[in-house]
């Protein structure tokens, strides 16, 4: 998602809402947006020991233990 003229790399992280009652259609429909990971992190930083893991790294919060958890 870099663009020309950022002032930061991209860190290469993707970040998904959570689903809730939406169907994988919405899901796909949803536009992506370019936020400082700084931000995110503001409001969630549960998943702060992921930041290392290797490129491809798919995660899902499991919100009966509020951790994440790595997908295979």
Known sequence: MQQDGDT????????????GSASDADMEA??????????????????????DAPVGTALMRDF???????QE
């Open 8 to 19: 930061y790399p991209d860190s290469g992280w993707r970040i998904r809402g959570r689903q």
């Open 30 to 51: 949803r536009k992506s947006s370019y936020v400082a990971l700084g931000a995110v992190l503001n409001r969630d930083d549960s998943w702060l020991r992921w930041i």
């Open 64 to 70: 009966d233990r509020n951790i994440y958890v790595a």
